[in-house]
Every structure is written in C-alpha cells, then in structure tokens.
C-alpha cells in the first residue's frame, strides 16, 4: 500500500519539479500556498481513511464516493480521477525524459525527445503488465535513494549559499514577484499537484492481506511525510532559485542546474537519474491506478465488458492497460516532438491533472458523512472536517479555474472540460438509456468478512 502510494506521487520528483513552478504563479506568496494546498490534500486524506477504514475497494475513491454520493457522484468524480490518473502519469513521463537528457548533457531534438518518450512508455507498459508488487517495491527503492540524494543536494547547496557573498540574482524579479488572485488560485492547484496519487492504494485494497489497516495508514501517513518534505524542499528553492538567474528558475531541471552551478559534478548527475526514476515511478503508480479504476467501471457494466478482463498469468488489467497506455505515451511524444519544451508540456498536463484530482477530492469528502450517516456511524468531528474539505476544494477549484483564465491559461482549462466531460455524459446517457447498469455504480465493491481478517481481531 505505501508503496503504490509513494511511487504514484513521486515524493523526490514533486519536491524538486513544483515549487518552481509554483513561483512563476503565485510570485512572493509562494511558500503560503505550498502550506495551504500541503493542509488541504492531508484533510482530504483524512476524510477518506473513515471509508477506507470500512471497505476494501478495487475502485478506490471512485467507489467510496458511489458509497456516499450514488451513480452521479461516482461517475463525475471517477471521471475525474481517470483524467487525473491518467494526465500525471503524462507529465511524469515528461519528467522523465528531462531528467534523462539533463544526465546525459545533450541537448537532442524534439523527435529524439519523443523517441525516448516511447521507449520509457514501453519499459512502463512491461512493468505494469507484470504486476503491482514488482513495480511498486522498485518504485519505493527508488525513492528512498532519489529523496536521499535531493536532500543532500539541497543542503550542500543551502550551505554554500549561506557561507557565500549572499545577495539576490534576477530570479528574485520571479520569487518576490506581485501577488494576484489568479496567480495564486493557480498556484494552490499546482501545489495540490504535488500529492496527486496520494490516495492511489485505495485502488489496491482487494490485493492486500489487510486492507482495512493498510490501506488507511498509506493514505493519511503518505501526504503527511510528503508534505514535511515539500515544504522544506520548497523553503530552501525559494531562497536558492532568488539568488539564481531567471533563466536557471524557468529551465526544465532549476534544481539540477543550480547543482552543476555549484559544481557538484557526479552527485548532480546522481540526481539527474534519480529524479528521472522517481518520474518514471509516477508513470507507473499512475497507470496502474487509472487502469483499475476502468476496470472497476467495466466490471459494474458502466464501460464496455472488454476493459474488465485480466491478464491469464498475472491477474492484472491488461485490456485496460492496452487501451490506456497508447494514449498516455503518444500525447506528449507528439507534444514533444513538435518541438514544445518539456517544462512547458509538463505544467500544462500537471495542471489538468489537479483540476481532474480536485473535483474527486471534493466529491469523496462530501461522500464520507453521507457515507457515514447511512450506516449509523458518523460523528462530529468527521461532518466538520469532511464540510470543510468539501469546501475549500470546491473553492481552489473555482479560484483556478478563474485564475487560469486571469493568468493565460484558458487553453488548459479547455482540456481540462474536454477531458473530464465524458463522465457527466456518460451519467446523462445511461440514466435515460440503462438506468439498470447505472444502479449497479458502487455494487462491485463491498465490504467482505476476508477484508477484516486477519487483523481486525475476528477470527474465521
């Protein structure tokens, strides 16, 4: 569980590819935002572990919000979570063709750019066919050598900066720039970006052996380190990337070109591979989350039959996987190698990621006391946090949405609508065509006495 959690996040690659980010947007207000949009992912995690804690659903928040909020609610946020799912795991794959080509030195072609893109998308595929305990243990390896290696990297630096002459360069004009509504709006998504996937081993509590416990802590513990690291990481990048040129804060590795700045040689390069790693973990974590979130909507008949097979020898989802693997590989080879850059490729699907992740989040909190109350279960302190959940995601969603527009980002809004409009159509088609396979919407998904044992003190 925590380790589909940490591989669909990416810890290290979110640290050092956001708050830079982040900065161009909300300007001198960036380390509150980091802060806000840290606390708001953490509630919207806690709300869930309450579901989480009650049921074991291949679904994951799909399913807890059909368990609180119905067909309607299920398919507008499940479709959120498919177009988040499935978005990360694009600007992850962008990632990690940066990385790559930092490591390397070269500065290769936007066709070369995209080759390599698919290449890392067939290696995923493999990965992802194989299994999640194969890809997800190597993924929680990479990660603890990647987070290692930022934070020693940032320290070394830190270091250096503070016993240096000091001063500010003309990345401060970007750091200390105006603060404005819809730069921040902008910036709140963009640091809830950092934690998308979070809540992927949701998606894996049929596969665990105690689901009821795992699952829980996996969702609630992952964002709260995360976040301890976030922070820090976007701490020290503030006064790093003040005292750089613009050009170093608004390149596709900031982080890495302040490293080979500083002259750090192999443990820069050490970094170029680890992040790329971490990158290339998202891609997996994300896919194996989107594609069983498909098949749990296959399954309970709201998409076609062929997306709930499984692979004879692994048991995974491989229609599914089959199906979404072309789309997530393809899109931003073509970005690329129309000669857009990675940085720009990667803030743009990050962000229609987070639109896709805020809508679920907003409608799995507001699922949880409903969810609740119908079992007889809920207590205050749950409506109060589940509301203000509710609440204030519904508020950076509307702010963002707005503040994209404000900020020249109308097109990324656009995709964004495109991309998740299939799932409120899809609710309007089959209420009037097969209301029947429309109450079927969070049926494949119960709760099971083998989800409670052995660890929850009831014997067989």
Not at 144 to 169: C, N, R, Y
Request: hydrophobic share 60%.
């Amino acid at each position: 569980m925590l380790a589909q959690s940490v591989s669909a996040l990416a810890p290290s690659a979110a640290v050092v590819a956001v708050p830079s980010i982040v900065m161009v947007q909300a300007g001198a207000a960036t380390l509150p935002v980091l802060l806000a949009g840290t606390a708001l992912v953490v509630l919207v995690g806690w709300c869930l572990t309450h579901v989480a804690r009650r049921m074991a659903a291949v679904g994951g928040v799909y399913s807890y919000t059909a368990k609180g909020l119905g067909p309607a609610g299920a398919l507008l946020g499940g479709w959120g979570l498919v177009v988040g799912y499935a978005a990360v795991a694009m600007s992850a794959l962008v990632g990690s063709v940066a990385y790559l080509t930092s490591f390397t030195g070269l500065r290769p072609a936007g066709w070369v750019l995209a080759l390599l893109a698919v290449a890392i998308g067939a290696l995923a595929t493999l990965t992802t066919v194989r299994g999640i305990q194969l890809s997800a243990r190597v993924a929680l390896a990479i990660e603890v050598v990647s987070i290692a290696v930022v934070v020693v990297v940032l320290g070394v630096l830190l270091v250096a900066h503070l016993s240096g002459p000091g001063g500010t360069g003309t990345g401060a004009a970007v750091v200390d720039g105006p603060v404005s509504p819809g730069g921040v709006a902008t910036g709140v998504v963009l640091a809830v970006a950092a934690f998308m996937g979070f809540e992927s081993a949701a998606t894996l509590g049929v596969e665990a052996r105690r689901p009821l416990v795992a699952v829980p802590r996996a969702v609630l513990w992952t964002p709260v380190a995360a976040g301890v690291l976030f922070l820090a990481a976007g701490a020290a990048q503030v006064v790093l990337l003040r005292a750089a040129p613009v050009e170093v804060l608004t390149s596709d590795v900031p982080v890495a070109q302040l490293a080979d700045a500083e002259g750090l040689g192999a443990l820069s390069r050490l970094l170029d591979a680890g992040i790329a790693a971490s990158f290339f973990a998202c891609v997996t974590g994300s896919t194996n989350a989107l594609s069983r979130v498909l098949f749990s909507m296959s399954r309970e008949g709201v998409l076609p039959a062929p997306l709930g097979r499984t692979h004879r020898r692994f048991d995974t989802p491989a229609v599914a996987l089959a199906v979404v693997l072309p789309v997530l590989v393809g899109v931003p080879a073509v970005a690329l190698a129309s000669g857009a850059r990675p940085r720009d490729v990667l803030a743009a699907s990050l962000t229609v990621s987070a639109l896709g992740y805020v809508v679920a989040y907003a409608l799995a909190a507001a699922a949880v006391p409903l969810f609740l109350r119908r079992i007889g279960e809920l207590t205050r302190p749950v409506l109060v946090g589940a509301a203000t959940a509710t609440a204030l995601s519904t508020g950076v969603l509307v702010l963002a949405v707005a503040g994209a527009s404000w900020s020249g980002g109308g097109l990324t809004v656009l995709v964004f609508v495109l991309a998740w409009l299939p799932g409120p159509l899809l609710w309007a088609v089959l209420r009037v065509r097969a209301p029947g396979r429309l109450a079927r919407v969070g049926v494949y998904d119960q709760a099971t006495a083998s989800s409670l044992l052995p660890g929850q003190g009831v014997r067989r």
